[in-house]
């Protein structure tokens, strides 16, 4: 018993020292630009925890022999657990493995109290008593100086290119922003997370100003360019910040002592963006999922909601559902998929595997995946709960007054862009389909073609971001042949329902993509003008061979508009 307890805790020591190794070769990789070890290292780091979980699960039904699934042995290794790790710092994040081993050891379904943590008990912040290591810089009535000390206390082996141009872009950033705000109070200081925050090629600085009687978020773009360190970008706004923490990025690296401090600050910067997303964008994904069904659980405790469709067209792949007062969306994958769907179960899995490890610029939603979920049958709605069990009968069954889930997606809702489109404004609508034509861009820059570009396959955030959510038909870029629609030879080719010339299996023809979006003739022109490129088979084609030719194409979490200095690089 007390030899499987100590296993259990030496796995968590062993992972985390591991997952903070590889965190900190971030700066390494910043400032050689080494993106494509910096990309390698994310994907290490993601897989990392599924590692610890399978091999602790083999050592202990190995250590524990005819008793690995004995209960009651479980309930006292449990118990022995609990003291073993009562006051360490990120407790939940020990208890959060070993409930991994425990489910998985015995494929449990819903919850068992007696053999494992409860989600729902498990609230990471609500013992966290000290605050996040921070960096302090006061104002004695220069915020040029004040900047000056901060900037210049980030240490990288590359040179800075122009320290004072950077300052001075800080500066003036700020002053602007609290005028604009009319915030004339003078900043008294300003604390910023004593790690650098890390994401692809380019590195944060985290922390906020602080007046006598406001808090504004502070978040600083560096960019390590050919001739050497500079600011790219500077945001103060709670939404532009948000972004940059988006669920739809790639998680940061940054090497924190105790992450629930982290999330404590993180949530003062954004108040409005839920714990489970800040635990998951610092790389703690599975304590992410952790915390999501905690909210969840604690929602459904609390509303008389029932589970109902999401809004939007009814998938061909997947039965999507939600609860309106509660912004995440169920995905449950349908035993059988109509035409003109040609791809199985397996390859949708493997496509939802490749996005949680890919570089989601902004522009991919990350689903999390859930195995083995229970919810009272009575909490979702007739036609619901019967479309579950006729179209996905393989993953969904009933279990007395509970539906059980072997296997579903959750991700946050958004309004999918073909509703949104309907009760837009001319220039809001006009906006998000700009939008949609960056999204396809940043999305063919990381090595996905999307596939499907139907509108519904889209969503708008409530920052008016558009992002795409459905990924049975998406794939890498290089993975397909972009091709030009050949020359007809007569008229009456172009009268025929089916194409007059041969079209392979990975063929795509970007320039009939224009004809199946449903924007109306104000955003398809307003669409071409900006993005005309996007149909055509040269651009695809150039992205393909930059992609093969090894190049990272950046993909920034913020608009153009607030790079001021980055264009001297």
Sequence with gaps: MRLAARRIAGAFAEYNAEFRAITRRAPVRFDARDWKGGQRDAVER??????????????????????????????????????????????????????????????????????EFVATDLDPLAHVTSTVTTNTYINHGSLALLFEDLLGDVRFRSPWKDLDNSIRHVTTEVQTHLAVRGEQRAVQRVEVIRPVFYQISRAYIVGRLIGRDFLVPLVIALKNSDGGMLVDAVMLAEGDVSIVFSFSRSYFHADLEHVAEAVVFLRSLMPRKPVSELFTVLGRARQGKTERYREIMRHL??????????????????????????????????????????????????????????????????????????????????????????????????????LVFDHMYIERRMTPLNLFLRTASPAAAEQVALDYGQCIRDLAHTHIFPGDLLLKNFGVTRHGRVIFYDYDELCLVTDCQFRDVPQSSNPEDEMR?????????????????????????????????????????????????????????????????????????
């Excluded at 199946?516 to 490129?533: K, N, P, S, V, Y």
């Design 497 to 569: 329902g089916e194409p007059w010339f041969y079209v392979g299996e990975h063929d795509v023809f970007p320039e009939t993509f224009i004809n199946f979006i449903g924007f109306d003739a104000a955003q398809r022109a307003a669409l071409l003008r900006t993005h005309g490129e996007i149909f055509t088979a040269r651009f695809w084609q150039q992205v393909q061979r930059r992609l093969l030719e090894g190049e990272v194409l950046e993909v920034l979490p913020y608009h153009p508009h607030r790079v001021r200095i980055a264009s001297s690089a």
């Design 301 to 402: 405790a609390g509303t008389p909601d029932r589970f109902v469709h999401a809004p939007g067209e009814r998938g061909l792949v997947m039965v999507c559902f939600t609860l309106p007062s509660f912004d995440v969306v169920f995905k449950v994958i349908r035993d059988r998929f109509p035409y003109p769907k040609s791809v199985v179960r397996e390859e949708v899995l493997a496509k939802y595997r490749l996005v949680f490890r890919h570089d989601r610029a902004g522009r991919l939603v990350d689903a999390q995946e859930f195995r083995r979920l229970r919810f009272p049958k009575a909490l979702f709605a007739p036609e619901l709960r019967a479309e579950l069990l006729a179209e996905a009968s393989l993953t969904v069954r009933e279990a007395g007054e509970h």
């Design 46 to 115: 993601i897989e990392l925890y599924d590692v610890f979980v399978t091999r602790t699960v083999a050592e202990l039904r190995e250590m524990l022999g005819g008793q690995a699934q004995d209960r009651s042995l479980w309930t006292r290794i449990r118990a022995d657990f609990a003291a073993r790790i009562e006051g360490l710092p990120d407790a939940e994040f020990i208890k959060t493995l070993f409930s991994s081993i425990s489910r998985r050891l015995f494929g449990t379904v819903g919850v068992s109290p007696d053999i």
